[in-house]
């Protein structure tokens, strides 16, 4: 178990970009009515957002960021740390952040990073930015967080295509030595990498003929090897384990009662089944755990910014907020995050 305090570092705002082209289920290729009313009904995303092939992750990401900073009051050359966490990037090399630097007209002392971490990735960000900064020897960074993930995969893949959404989105962090402390948790189970993969088109199996020879794997599962796919029990088995007993472990580590300590719990949107089955194994409130994958789908690490730029905004504006978040994906990794914000800025939502 990995496990870091995070001192001296806020989470000073937050917002998401979209593509502006929502999806219903029905329109998506894969689906009869009768097939997309059940999807909705028992998995719980009725809409997604999908970009066009012109707009990269990267795209709905700097829209996010540039917005942010403009909220927030923050000249661009105060920027010291710039990572972008997506498994979209817009090329293999060079790392897209170095790319948006540019872009985005930060300064070349900037620090850049990429994190390609999937589901996880926003808890990978803040606890990254999170430990850069709390020396206090920089002092500002912005984690954006987005992917096209839709466009990973075949979309004749039923098992797949109705998941996922397109989304960038921005959080803002500062060095502040009066801030409470972020506690994060991590876990990696590397042996259930084949879970969630792409087969073909890195460099243990580049793309060659055969990794575009579609193969019809029955219950409406049509894929190449170039595609990326789920094992979807796996998944589901691995979900509804691991991360309940990590939020458990967090909790009775720091003492926390989830019914009086905890304001709002941050869940990975993976899917309704996996969301509410999580709820129950730990008995929450479910008053205290807002879903927002109805309108989005899982947007894969932007998933929990995405639920404080939308589903609590308000209250993220005007209170001071004890959240617990839960992520779980890609590695296959998860863990457990605790932090406390304070009236932050919420940029509203775009569309791209």
């Known amino acids: 178990m990995a496990f870091w305090t995070i001192k001296n570092v806020s989470l000073r705002g937050v917002t998401g970009t979209v593509p502006n082209n929502p999806v219903k289920s029905a329109e998506l290729p894969v689906f009869s009515q009768e097939d997309a009313d059940t999807f909705d009904r028992t998995v719980g995303i009725r809409n997604r957002y999908i970009a066009p092939e012109y707009i990269c992750a990267s795209d709905l990401c700097q829209d996010a960021g540039e917005r942010l900073l403009a909220a927030l009051g923050w000249e661009k050359s105060s920027v010291d740390v710039l990572l972008f966490v997506s498994v979209t990037g817009d090329y293999k090399t060079p790392p897209t952040s170095a790319i948006l630097q540019d872009r985005m007209g930060l300064s070349n002392a900037c620090f850049v990073l990429d994190v390609p971490m999937g589901c996880c990735g926003c808890m990978y960000g803040i606890t990254i930015a999170g430990n850069l900064l709390s020396g206090g020897t920089i002092k500002r960074a912005l984690v954006l967080v987005g992917d096209t993930g839709l466009r990973m995969g075949s979309m004749q893949d039923k098992s797949r295509v109705p998941l996922f959404g397109d989304s960038g989105t921005a ?36 793309v060659t003929k055969e990794s575009f020879e579609v193969k019809d794997f029955g219950n409406g599962i049509v894929r190449a090897p170039k595609d990326a796919l789920i094992n979807g029990m796996d998944v589901f088995s691995f979900a509804i384990s691991k991360p309940p007993i990590s939020v458990k472990n967090m909790m009775d580590r720091l003492g926390l009662d989830k019914d009086k300590d905890i304001d709002f719990f941050l869940i990975h949107q993976a899917n309704k089944l996996i969301v509410d089955r999580i709820v129950k194994k730990l008995k929450l409130d479910e008053s205290k755990v807002p879903y927002n994958l109805q309108e989005f789908g899982n947007l894969g690490g932007a998933s929990i910014p995405m639920l404080m730029a939308t589903s609590i905004a308000d209250e993220i504006r005007t209170r001071p907020l004890t959240l617990l978040c839960s992520s779980f994906g890609l590695g296959l990794t998860w863990g457990t995050m605790v932090l406390r914000s304070h009236s932050m800025t919420v940029a509203p939502l775009n569309k791209l």
């Open 171 to 206: 959080m803002a962090l500062e060095f502040d030595p009066s801030a409470e402390d972020i506690i994060v948790e991590m876990n990696t189970l590397g042996a259930g990498y084949k879970a969630l993969m792409t087969p073909h088109g890195g460099y243990r199996h580049p």
